[in-house]
């Protein structure tokens, strides 16, 4: 009995998750999209950043657009979660794209301190390089776990 409560809340905790990174995925288009409003807007109650307006919209939009890619790499992730097939070669290279779009993220946020310097961006970055470097250990790992899956199911 215990272990069917388990199952349940995992699945829960599954779908929940699932829920979150779509509200994620939809909230991120939105506000890339809005951005040239948003940042005027904002510019209104912090005048330095309309000093370099057009700089400042492009690196966000280009830091929104990465954004919501890598969350609909981890979103194709958790349907392989949901299915309960998680170990399969789609995962890893999602994970491998998540590592990249990390990387790059990380390479773009470097780039927008340079225009628009903020104490908080070093965390970002820090972030997203350990973020880069987890996605690409954890693709190894799942690699490796397809890799015994498929020999496993061969033997069956």
């Known amino acids: ?34 951005l040239p409003f948003s940042i005027k807007f904002i510019g209104k109650y912090i005048p330095r950043l309309l000093d370099n307006y057009q700089e400042i919209v492009i690196i966000y939009f280009v830091l929104g657009v990465s954004a919501v890619v890598l969350i609909q790499e981890l979103r194709k992730m958790f349907r392989t979660v949901l299915r309960h ?45 350990i973020a880069g470097l987890f996605s690409k250990v954890l693709a190894l790992v799942f690699e490796e776990a397809v890799q015994y899956k498929e020999e496993n199911d061969l033997t069956i």
């Open 85 to 129: 097939d998680c170990f399969v070669m789609e995962n890893v290279r999602s994970l491998q794209k998540m590592g990249n779009w990390s990387f790059f993220i990380a390479g773009m946020s470097v780039v927008r301190s340079i225009v628009y310097a903020t104490v908080a961006m070093a965390v970002v970055v820090l972030v997203f390089v």
């Open 1 to 34: 009995m215990e272990r069917e409560d388990i199952g349940a809340r995992k699945e829960t905790l599954t779908r929940w998750t699932k829920y979150l990174l779509d509200v994620m995925f939809y909230a991120g288009i939105v506000v890339t999209l809005t």
